[in-house]
Every structure is written in C-alpha cells, then in structure tokens.
C-alpha cells in the first residue's frame, strides 16, 4: 500500500504546482454492435474494453511523436456497472510549453476517434474527448475524484490507487 501512496503523492506533485500547464481528459466511448446470433449488444464489455484502453494508448503516443515531447499522461479507469456507467478513462494530461492547448486537444481527439473506428467495429458508435483545463490546486480533488468507488459492490471494485491504471503504456509520469 505503501507504493501506491506515493503515486498518488508524485502524481499530486507533478500537477500541482502553478508552472504546469495541464488538462483534466475523459475517454469515452459508446455505442451498439450486432453479434453473430443477430443479437446487438452494448459495445463496452469485457472484450472491448482491452481495445479501448489500446486507442488511449495509440493516441497518447502518436500525439507525443507529433508534439515531440514526452507529456505526462496519468490515466484513472472509471465507470460501474451496477449504475449503467460505460467504461471511460479520466486521465491527467500535461500540455507542453509551446503547444496551443487547443491545437492539443484536437490532436489528441481526432486522433482517439480515428482509433475507436479502426479498434472498435460497430453500428452505431461515438468516441469523444472531454477536456477541462487543471488549475494547480485541482490536481489533488481530481485524483480523490476519480481514484473514488464508483460501484456497490466494494468486494470487487477498484477505488483508490487501485484506479490508476500504470500497465498502460502510454502512462508516463515524469518526463
């Protein structure tokens, strides 16, 4: 437990000072596929979610060989099944120094909607990015809030620094 605490006190360290320049993200997606029975079916489950966090993945490292910088990205899983909330990936992001925080974000959209379409066959379908920009003292609440147990089955679930999701490959912290 001891480890995890102090991810959580880097991440707060990374984010939380005044010169870092951040974005608050939420990776989403939803839609419909039709399986081989005929039957349509929600497009998050447990086969999709592996592909969806493979888009984050991509986009978040195409965007740095495009930036050329290796920006922070802090990735948190989110959602719950028992309240209907689609799988979606909160995640901190550090915007670099001479990039145009909007030129940035359309980057990292286009290029997760591209992603979706290509990983994620469906019917009906939409991948978006929300962005926030991180004002320094709401690195700590924003780590609290998506770190939180969104589910009622507290045997299972994932909350706390359980949430941040480190196997990713994007997932950089320091650069």
């Known amino acids: 437990m001891k480890q995890s605490f102090e991810i959580v006190k880097e991440i707060n360290r990374k984010f939380g000072h005044e010169d870092c320049r951040g974005l608050i993200a939420t990776f989403t997606i939803s839609g419909i596929f039709q399986d081989s029975l005929g039957v349509y079916r929600n497009l998050i489950n447990e086969h999709s979610i592996p592909r969806m966090k493979r888009a984050v993945d991509y986009t978040i490292s195409e965007t740095r060989r495009h930036t050329r910088y290796p920006f922070a990205f802090v990735p948190f899983a989110g959602g719950s099944r028992e309240f209907q909330v689609s799988f979606h990936i909160h ?11 909007e030129d940035f974000e359309n980057t990292i959209s286009k290029k997760y909607q591209n992603q979706t379409f290509k990983l994620l066959p469906a019917f009906a379908s939409t991948s978006k990015v929300w962005f926030k920009p991180l004002i320094n003292d709401w690195s700590k609440k924003y780590v609290r809030y998506s ?29």
Do not use: T
């Open 91 to 101: 995640a901190l992001i550090e915007v670099p120094a001479d990039i145009n925080e």
């Open 147 to 175: 770190a939180r147990n969104e589910s009622m089955d507290f045997d299972n679930a994932d909350f706390g620094d359980e949430k941040i999701l480190v196997d990713m490959k994007s997932f950089l912290l320091w650069n």
